[in-house]
């Protein structure tokens, strides 16, 4: 059952592709990341984000002050991709998904997850 879904626009990087929330039949929720595209970069992360997606130079940083919760290393820059939500976390406190370079503190790209 999906639960969330977005669409990945650009910040540092050019960034596009969907990203979906989904939970499977045994309880378990998965975020996928489907046809995306980005650039290769150094320490990126998928994050959970508490705050809002921001179009332009003005949403590069945004997610760095806000609560987030790290999915892991991104597993390439191209392609689809899935990431366990531990069970303990609430998804109701993450309004986005954020593509995040923790080496320099920026987005690479992000999406608004929408129900």
């Not at 059952?1 to 378990?28: C, F, K």
Request: charged residues 15%.
């Amino acid at each position: 059952m999906q639960l969330a879904v977005g669409t990945l626009i650009s910040h540092e990087h050019a960034t596009t592709g969907t990203v979906r929330i989904v939970r499977q039949p045994d309880g378990a929720r998965l975020l996928s990341l489907e046809n995306l595209a980005t650039s290769n970069g150094p320490d990126v992360h998928v994050w959970l984000s508490a705050a809002h997606v921001v179009e332009g130079t003005a949403g590069w940083f945004t997610a760095g002050s806000a609560d987030y919760n790290d999915l892991g290393l991104i597993k390439g820059n191209l392609g689809n991709q899935i990431y366990q939500i531990p069970a303990d976390v609430d998804l109701s406190k993450y309004r986005s998904v954020d593509l995040w370079c923790a080496q320099f503190s920026v987005s690479f790209g992000a999406a608004e997850l929408a129900p």
